[in-house]
């Protein structure tokens, strides 16, 4: 019997985890076991520790970190960088003091150098230094992978990463202020035809993104958790012919929600990186009978998921 540890269990990425192995990815050897932040400190390594003696998991897969938008990150580099090195440490420490066989964490492709060439691949993760804007979440979760091959090198740990492209999807942060792009448009929109204005976008609009479906990376995570036995991170992303712009994603988000109202541009607000286009050759070769759920559909399922559940919803 594996015994799996998913901590973040309680987000995005968890939730759609949660129900793809209670689905269609179920086995029966397989005890899942999903924790948020509620049900432990992961800074506090004493906490940590209470929970691995507690569950015994063999496989962990680290989802927990502090995450936010373009200007939630802008304003709090510091405690971005502090928070999740404590997270991330603490978590790798006790896999390897509880002899967790494999530990799956996630990344993001915002850790890539921003001065780069296009596609990128996982081999350029510290090729320079990320974009100026979200620094410290960047460079705590490039030691990740330091701490992975720290702990390979050192002990023979498979311990490894998933570098996923933009996230979205039920159970999303929909927060205006600290949410990420599309969970904090959906909800804009969603607040502009309510109150029948217009709707304020900021930028530009011309930035160009990668968007994966949250139940489409949990079914890539549980094949990683599975399959995957490499220390090297792996990206999970749709392709490279699938990139949108903040414009185009704007123009789904208002279609799914039936918005007729006006759309405006703040062109004085930030764009953050232009683009951040990754390569995800590596994840073909490796399962390629994936099909990933085409964009308007996911975002109407998203869209759908919200609406539906705008009480309840982290907000």
């Known amino acids: 019997m594996k015994t799996i540890l998913v901590t973040g269990g309680t987000g995005l990425v968890g939730s759609a985890i949660k129900q793809v192995v209670e689905t269609t990815e179920k086995r029966e050897e397989e005890q899942w076991v999903f924790i948020g932040s509620k049900d432990c400190d992961l800074e506090n390594i004493d906490e940590t520790r209470k929970l691995f003696d507690s569950v015994k ?175 090297e991170p792996i990206i999970l992303s749709v392709g490279e012919s699938d990139e949108v712009s903040i414009r185009d994603a704007v123009s789904a988000v208002v279609k799914a929600i039936d918005f007729t109202g006006n759309v405006e541009y703040d062109t004085s607000k930030a764009d953050g990186q232009f683009k951040k286009t990754a390569s995800n050759e590596k994840l073909l070769k490796l399962f390629p009978d994936f099909k990933f759920t085409p964009f308007d559909q996911a975002i109407q399922e998203s869209v759908q998921w919200f609406v539906e559940n705008y009480d309840s919803a982290r907000k």
């Open 57 to 231: 998991p063999t496989h962990v897969i680290h989802l927990a970190a502090m995450v936010g938008g373009l200007f939630h990150n802008l304003a709090h580099n510091l405690k971005f960088f502090r928070k999740n090195m404590a997270i991330n440490d603490n978590v790798l420490a006790l896999c390897h003091e509880f002899d967790v066989v494999k530990c799956v964490s996630c990344l993001s492709t915002c850790i890539f150098p921003d001065k780069t060439t296009y596609p990128i691949d996982e081999k350029m993760v510290h090729l320079g230094p990320p974009h100026d804007s979200n620094f410290g979440y960047s460079y705590a979760k490039r030691m990740i992978d330091v701490l992975n091959k720290g702990y390979a090198q050192e002990h023979g740990r498979k311990y490894t990463s998933v570098i996923p492209c933009n996230v979205f999807g039920p159970h999303d942060n929909y927060n205006l202020q600290a949410g990420h792009v599309l969970p904090a448009l959906i909800h804009k929109v969603y607040v502009a035809k309510r109150d029948d204005t217009s709707l304020e976008v900021f930028g530009s609009g011309k930035p160009l993104r990668q968007f994966i479906y949250s139940l489409d990376l949990a079914r890539l995570f549980v094949r990683v958790v599975r399959e995957y036995e490499d220390v």
